[in-house]
């Protein structure tokens, strides 16, 4: 479906001294996604989830490498290409001159979609997302979760076929981002391509078929959420001692039993989630 | 692409609606004060070629003012590019790019016409006799599209509101009052004369004031404007694709 093939994005950025310095936010990233497959890209802040999202949409271009879709380069035909993607982007971009119910038009008349079909999905879609009595209401009067959902309203609107989401969970509450899996894995049940970028770990293993791994740019590993956990061992053993926190992964329960015995403080038994597996990639735990 | 040109104008047009009263109230003031105190209290002592003072001022307001409205027009969407980040949604829309300047453009010359249409019914009020021609009307139109460029461009190099207004207090201002609109740059010292014959405006103002005076009308001028729209466009087309740098 997509194929990213040593795609690299550089930016040009004032340092401390005011020098120009190249920045490179992503490094020679390649991976493909399967149709239909909700594919998560997991990794902290500044990893550039988003500078790679930015090129998949063709926001911005590549400095190097090729993005295929279906087997075509976006150089080739990129109008046909964006006629079948839908973006939930990370930052809020409203027009801000324009009521609720005029941005959801706006982008239904950016998609060439008839008047009767553009009203349909527009209050269909506002309904979804319980804010069909802000049609008329000026986005800056809503509040962050409502902001964020109204942004996952609008990138559905012309029923996208691949859809590109950038956090688009964060800020919101647990039981509105629960929907919000719900509703991502209905769009995948009936055929939509969904590529996930987020930082919360649990959000990438309920929802996601593969997970790449990303850290300063680098593609660090790429798998099933269960492959990750069963690469280090289903079971994991924590316990702190004067070293500090440890960790410890095992194939079965019996034998992470055994070990814990043979520790003097306390130890805690529990299965080994995505979270371990990106610790021990990553090497790092802060901002996560 | 003519339908995303319409979908660009059409978000302007439902902004422009909903502020109408507001947009025409302001746009009346200064164009009233220009009228008044040089019109009205200075220009009755003037005598310029033929006609009255207020018969040669008018054309030269009308050309500053579609100047100033059609670049304001577009610098709002400096702050649509950085701060709300809403260029995004035509970005990633399936619309060539030249269909978003273009409909940009035309939404200025609506705001720049509309704006016009106000001063010739408040010089008319004044007692000033105006010849408005099609071609007027065109040469009109083609300077609120030059202006509208340089506010496309400028909104989409410049990093804050701060800088758009410099450009303009340092080249709108100036051009305001040097391009031939309240007095013919003939009295101008050789050397600034020559720099002010190149610029747009200066074209604008003699062209709109000789058809209004039944003159003989340059064509050189108006192929200098045609030129200048020309180069405005790409030069716009380059700014916007370096959007996605
Ligand atoms: N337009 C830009 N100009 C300069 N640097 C940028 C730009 N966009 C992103 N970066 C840098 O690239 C890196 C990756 O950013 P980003 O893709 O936003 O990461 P993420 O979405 O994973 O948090 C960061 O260090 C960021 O500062
Ligand atoms: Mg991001």
Redesign the interface.
């Known amino acids: 479906m997509i194929k990213i093939q040593g795609l690299i994005k550089e930016f040009q950025v004032k340092n401390k001294d005011k020098k120009t310095v190249t920045k490179r936010a992503v490094d020679n990233l390649s991976l493909h996604v399967k149709p239909g497959e909700i594919f998560g890209i997991l990794g902290p802040n500044g990893a550039g989830k988003t500078t790679t999202i930015r090129m998949l ?5 590549p400095t190097l490498g090729e993005i295929y879709y279906n087997g075509e380069s976006i150089k080739k035909n990129p ?2 290409i ?2 079948l ?1 839908g ?1 939930v ?1 990370q ?8 009521t609720v119910g ?1 941005n959801m038009e ?2 239904g ?4 979609m008839s008047s009767e079909k553009r009203k349909q999905r527009i209050q269909e879609m506002l309904e979804f997302v319980e804010l069909g009595d802000t049609i008329n209401r000026m986005p800056r009067s809503l509040s962050g979760g409502m902001k964020r959902r109204l942004l996952i309203a609008r990138s559905l609107i012309h029923e996208p076929k691949i859809l590109f989401m950038d956090e688009p969970t964060v800020a919101l509450d647990p039981q509105v981002r629960r929907r919000i899996w719900e509703l991502i894995r209905a769009l995948a049940g009936k055929g939509t391509t969904v590529i996930i970028t987020t930082h919360y770990i649990e959000e990438a293993e309920a929802l996601c078929n593969r997970v790449a791994i990303v850290n300063k740019g680098k593609l660090i590993a790429i798998d099933t959420p269960e492959a990750f956990c069963k690469s280090l061992g289903r079971i994991t053993v924590e316990w702190d001692d004067v070293d500090g926190h440890q960790y410890q992964f095992f194939e079965s329960r019996q034998e992470a039993a055994a070990f814990a015995g043979t520790l003097e403080h306390g130890a805690h038994i529990r299965r080994t989630n995505l979270e371990d597996a990106f610790i021990e990639l990553t090497g790092r735990k802060e901002g996560v | 692409m003519l ?2 040109i319409c ?1 660009v104008f ?2 302007d047009w ?2 422009l609606k909903r502020r109408l009263p507001k947009f025409i109230l302001s746009r009346m003031v200064a164009p009233m004060l220009y009228l008044v105190a040089f019109g009205w209290g200075l220009g009755r002592n003037i005598q310029v070629g033929s006609g009255s003072y207020l018969d040669f001022l008018v054309p030269g307001i009308m050309a500053l003012n579609s100047m100033n409205i059609s670049y304001n027009s577009l610098t709002p969407l400096c702050t ?1 590019r950085i701060y ?3 260029i ?9 790019f030249n269909a978003f300047i273009i409909g940009k453009i035309l939404a200025a010359v609506l705001r720049g016409l509309i704006s016009s249409a106000i001063i010739m019914i408040l010089a008319l009020a004044f007692g000033a006799n105006l010849n408005i021609t099609p071609l007027f009307v065109g040469i009109l139109i083609l300077n609120c599209v030059i202006f509208a460029e340089v506010g496309f461009f400028a909104a989409m190099k410049m990093d804050s509101y701060e800088e758009l207004s410099q450009v303009n207090t340092y080249v709108l201002l100036p051009m305001s009052f040097l391009c031939g609109t309240f007095f013919s740059t003939r009295t101008l010292p050789e050397v600034l004369r020559w720099f002010i014959d190149v610029l747009p405006l200066t074209h604008t103002s003699y062209l709109l004031r000789g058809i209004s005076t039944q003159s003989p009308v340059a064509l050189e001028s108006v192929a200098v404007l045609v030129v200048y729209a020309i180069i405005g466009f790409i030069l716009g087309n380059k700014a916007f694709r370096d959007q ?2």
């Open positions: 949409t063709m926001e911005t271009k109008l046909e964006k006629k993607i973006v982007p930052h809020i971009n409203f027009d801000n001159d324009l005029e706006l982008h008349r950016l998609h060439h | 339908q995303d979908t059409w978000r439902v902004v649509e709300h980040r809403s995004g949604e035509y970005i990633i829309a399936p619309m060539r996605l740098k």
